[in-house]
């Protein structure tokens, strides 16, 4: 990698103690494009990098004076997030853990291969920038509105990403997940980093309503429009003047209200019921569903023009299963909300409860889970949740297989193709294994009656046992 | 751990197996042919800073310390599934030097005393 252009070249420490090899070294890497300084030893290494910051440290493990070890304790208690590349003559599993150990982003062997350092290093500073960027975005969302957001899963920086960088434009972005996954949460954050935050946000339910009154509440009504309407009301699309309207469950508004809403897209203008005034509105339309609107399109429910116009950007929020990296972050946060609701002081989960809402596949997602954390606080008697105070579906774990089973392309994707026999005894195997030799439940996760799990085992002869 | 016979209680993998030992046998080959591959990418997975990666192979190598009764195996490979996925790589090192002393333990005895 080379250094951006216009952007100033990365900095980088490269200590060793071997005089040639440091001139080697520090030539050879900034041939690379980065700015780099040497230090001759441990001592000189720390001096250094206190003096002045870099962006990474390469450093030698074995050193005349303290050792590159040592100096890497002593920067990081000052510059805890610094990556720091060590290099070893020593290619165990034992130094790469001690290096680990002392906080050490990765570790070289010696002799080094160029190719390899040079990737490593790359690797390493976009890794740091991205945690720069990625605590820098969460500041800039904003600690209310990333509620719900959280998330360190690469799924979940996309979309963190892909908010900050739509947020500033006017683009009519539509949502996409599934129920639970958070589409409000994503288009409060929108709003809430655009230049429309000081206006109002609308949010409507569009499945919530049936078409007549939709229609009314949308886009407001003249006074006897109807019976019961004594006065003249507005809309809320011209309450959302200024800012921004959410139209939630977009996918299942009627063929006469998609053509409303197209004309209120083109002419960014509405009709109240009953009336013949047409009013300008200044809003920004974000819409949510958790329907393939393509395929409502292709099965002429939907209007194509409708689908373009709200398709502008396309945002697709991932299910909870498919980043349970996050569940912890997400199960420790509801901890404290509903901990400080319930007026009860519940720290955490036992690692046999975490590992059951690690497991789960969470249909419900997000939604799901914060429910879940809820009724453990509730029914939590100590500092620490347990399972019992989960809720039942979660212990059965049975839907370990749940997301190959509901994308099995997809995880196709990742096996080599191999006979249909093999298949099944691997998938035998694994089912055993995932359920720690608990039959029933390697049977559940089979979608097979244990009688024939057994049968499955003495035909592969993985035992002779009658059942 | 000092004493084998707590690091690898076969005696409740045998009764969760029903007393098969014929199907403990395939799976503490299956679990010694595969371990120490996925403990070589635990590591790796570890030092490169791939923290979903580590936490799907520590995942996997819980459930298969598990099933032969390498409880001690487990709970580590289940701490350094939460650890990562609350504190990513920072305090993996250490666990994963536990994990590993221990890992070997196990398989010694199992290819030793087992007899797999």
Known sequence: MTA?????????????????????????????????????????AVETALRRPFDLILMDVRMAGISGIEAL?????????????????????????????????????KPLDFDVLR???????EHAGLRKENEALRRELGQAEGVGLIGASRAMRRVLDMVAMIAPSEATVLISGETGSGKELVARAIHKASARASGPLVAVNCAALAESLLESELFGHEKGAFTGAERRREGRFKQADGGTVFLDEIGEVSAAMQLRLLRVLQEREVVRVGGNETLPVDVRVLAATNRDLRALVADGRFR????????????????????AGDIPLLAAHFLQKYGAKNKKNVQGFTPA?????????????????ENAVERAVVLSTGAIAGERELPPELLAGVAVTAPAAQNPVGAAAALPVMLLEDAEKIAVLAAMREAEGNKSQAARMLGVTRKTLHAKLRKYGFTRRPE | MDNPAVSLDQAAALKRLDGDVDIYRVLAGVFLEDAPVQMDKLGEAIGSGDVQCAMGIAHTLKSGARTVGAMLLGELCAELECGLATGGQSPAGDVFARLLAEYRQIARLLETEIGC
């Open chain 1, 119 to 125: 990737l490593s290093l790359a690797r390493a500073l």
């Open chain 1, 73 to 109: 304790r002593a920067v990081k208690a000052s510059n805890p997030a610094i990556p720091i590349l060590i290099m070893t003559a020593y290619s165990t599993v034992e130094s790469a853990v001690e290096a680990l150990k002392a906080g050490a982003y990765d570790y070289l062997t």
């Open chain 1, 353 to 369: 409860a975490m590992d059951c809402l690690l497991r789960h596949p969470w249909p419900g997602n997000v939604r799901e889970l």
């Open chain 1, 4 to 44: 951006v252009k216009d952007a100033p070249a990365p900095s980088l420490l490269v200590v060793d103690d071997d005089p040639g090899h440091l001139a080697m070294l520090t030539t050879l890497i900034r041939g690379w494009g980065y700015a780099t300084e040497g230090a001759h030893s441990g001592e000189a």
């Open chain 1, 304 to 323: 194509q023009d409708l689908y373009y116009r709200l398709n502008v950007v396309a945002l697709h929020l991932p299910p909870l299963r498919e980043r």
